[in-house]
């Protein structure tokens, strides 16, 4: 379970009055990914895709939700077990101050085994 703050300011804030998008995704990238290498430790973990959708101007604050089902994480363990690599899907969002989604993110997440060839980029630890 995550909650985030990422406050609307003079520097977050587009020429039409809400939060820039970038600012968004930027902040939404690496949750699930990082959720996941905690969880999985032992795996090199990243995000393979990520998909934004606006739905309402972010005008306040926005507060990132993103939470970590108790289904998903057995889901993606019997995966592991089975195969020796998962692609899970996560699902968050931005929320306005009141509550409301104004952005959902689907972020898909690379969990494969250290050392995997096909990686596109270079371990955290590969020293590149």
Not at 30 to 59: E, K, N
Not at 70 to 93: H, K, M, N
Not at 98 to 127: E, F, H, W
Request: with cysteine; hydrophobic share 40%; glycine share 10%.
């Amino acid at each position: 379970y995550v909650r985030m703050k990422l406050p609307l300011n003079t520097f977050s804030r587009n020429p039409g009055g809400v939060m820039f998008g970038g600012y968004q995704a930027a902040l939404a990238d690496p949750i699930a990914a990082l959720a996941c290498a905690r969880v999985f430790p032992g795996y090199s973990v990243w995000t393979r895709a990520m998909s934004v959708d606006f739905q309402h101007g972010g005008g306040t604050d926005l507060e990132l939700v993103f939470e970590f089902p108790r289904e998903q994480e057995q889901a993606i363990a019997a995966e592991l077990a089975e195969r020796g690599r998962a692609t899970p899907v996560f699902e968050y969002g931005f929320h306005l101050a009141d509550g409301t989604r104004c952005t959902l993110i689907k972020n898909t997440v690379a969990i494969r085994p250290k050392g995997y060839v096909k990686a596109t980029t270079p371990g955290a630890d590969s020293g590149m």
